[in-house]
């Protein structure tokens, strides 16, 4: 997610600050970062793939509890990007429930006002 790190990285200076404020967002990112350094700290790879079960229950109950307001929300639409982007760089064969969670998402969400973060995600979801 640094490969390429500057002014234009969407990860850096948009997902990372939301993440300040969004507990779903944080525990995506932390869960990104602990399966990027799994490789190098094997210790991180259960409580990474823990986290990752949780943040995928967190997004089933919010669909069911809180129906759409609940699913169609940023907060939602970052973490299952950051679940994806993660899936691909470390092979996890998921990638696919994730990639058919995304499309379900941006065919189901309402136009919203444009910011720089939905800008990245809807860039980062088309690629």
Known sequence: MILFDG???GYRHQ???FGVCNDLVQRAICVAAALHLAP???ELRRPAE???AAIIRKLRDNADVNGESGV???A???AILLLIVTD???GNEDVLILYHMLQSYLKGRL???ETPLTRFVMYQSRL
Do not use: D, I, S, Y
Request: charged residues 25%; proline residues 12%; aromatic residues 8%.
């Open 15 to 17: 997902v990372l600050p």
């Open 111 to 113: 136009p919203a006002t």
């Open 88 to 90: 691909l760089v470390t």
């Open 72 to 74: 169609f929300t940023e």
């Open 40 to 42: 190098k700290m094997p």
């Open 76 to 78: 939602t639409w970052v």
């Open 50 to 52: 823990e986290g990752r």
């Open 7 to 9: 002014e234009k990285n």
